[in-house]
């Protein structure tokens, strides 16, 4: 039996997942704290495989206007990271950046657009670093995009990408609190079938 | 009276005076099919181009739009709907992010995909509103055939 499309995955899997994006988002975090300088705490992420119907009600709806970095992996690992940032997470950088609030996320100038696609730079690098040092795959990764816009029409990009397998995807849902306000602040990583299954081998799990 | 939720790899159709609407286009493909007389409307919304990528797997014939859009027709047709009056309105196919390795804009195959359907159907577009970098809400009102785009960007748009 192998790994064909996410649906596939055993509960045993999915632990070994989870504990992966345990350690990836633990990464993310800390990198987040030291450069914003402010106290950041991850919850254990839940994973699941949802339809992705499914991940956008549960990540607060698909006309929810949203900040993103869509990064893509390479090297050992295929596949892409997006990262999801609420108007409270983007206020919270950009108040340690430059010391104000934004106008709105549909206003962000030249500078705090800069700022934020260096955050998803240095999180998203964070997290496959720590994958890569878990697993031994050397992870690349591209520089980050960033684009705000509805939720939805910003999560159906990976999900279209690697859709051609099933309707399910992967869904790692971590919750990070900066100086123990919530935020709704989403990191998935999305990995290519093929990769999940390099990934699970590398990790000494049978396939 | 509520709207009816179109989601992702979902059609569906309905008569006057009923609502569909689908959230958060990007670069997936909303194409609204009416026949005036009727008030019948079908509403899909697809994710790729071509079922045929997917090799012999069973695959949800709503997700595709070789697939999708003529199993709508046949069902619009079913339900009372004249082929002869259906005419098209398209919305979606976004690049959403603009990236050097995006050798391959998904979003723009999707909207050609989706007229390449339609013209196999002979079933005329007569307003689009696709492209570009950003998501879209379709609202399509079976009353009268009008296809409310609601966008970050632009605001609302009518066809």
Request: proline share 2%; aromatic share 6%.
């Amino acid at each position: 039996m192998g790994i064909n499309n996410y649906e596939d995955l055993t509960p045993i899997h999915l632990d070994v997942l989870t504990e992966v994006g345990n350690i990836g988002s633990g990464n993310a975090s800390a990198a987040l704290s030291n450069m914003i300088n402010k106290n950041v705490e991850v919850e254990m992420p839940e994973v699941k495989i949802v339809s992705f119907q499914e991940a956008t009600d549960q990540s607060g709806g698909a006309e929810q206007i949203v900040a993103g970095t869509m990064t893509r992996m390479s090297g050992g690992m295929d596949g892409m990271i997006l990262l999801l940032m609420d108007r409270d997470f983007v206020d919270s950088v950009i108040d340690s950046f430059f010391g104000c609030k934004v106008k709105g996320l549909l206003q962000l100038d030249e500078n705090e657009i800069s700022a934020l696609s260096e955050v998803g730079n240095i999180m998203c690098g964070a997290y496959v670093s720590a994958v890569g040092q878990l697993s031994g795959i050397e992870v690349k990764l591209e520089s980050p995009c960033f684009h705000v816009d509805m939720m939805g029409a910003l999560m159906s990009v990976p999900v279209i990408e690697f859709g051609e397998v099933g309707d399910k995807i992967l869904y790692i849902d971590k919750k990070l609190s900066i100086d123990g306000k919530r935020m709704n602040t989403k990191l998935f990583l999305i990995p290519t079938i093929e990769s999940l299954q390099k990934l699970m081998g590398k990790l000494g799990i049978e396939v | 009276m509520s709207n009816i939720v179109v989601g992702i790899s979902d059609w569906k159709i309905c008569k006057n005076p009923e609502v569909l609407v689908t959230y958060a286009l990007g670069s997936c493909v909303g194409s609204c099919l009416y026949d005036k007389v009727t008030g019948i409307a079908g509403l899909s919304h697809i994710m790729l181009p071509d079922s045929t990528s997917a090799e012999g797997k069973t695959v949800n014939r709503m997700k595709f739009a070789d697939t999708a859009l003529p199993d709508m027709l046949a069902e619009m047709i079913k339900m009372g709907a004249d082929k002869r009056r259906i005419q098209a309105k398209i919305a979606g196919g976004a690049l959403m992010f603009a990236t050097r390795s995006e050798q391959f804009n998904i979003g723009e195959r999707n909207v050609a995909a989706v007229k390449k359907a339609l013209s196999a159907l002979r079933i005329p577009i007569i307003a689009s509103d696709t492209g570009l970098n950003y998501g879209r809400t379709v609202f399509f009102q079976s009353a009268d055939g009008k296809v409310v785009i609601k966008s970050t960007v632009k605001g609302v748009n009518i066809l």
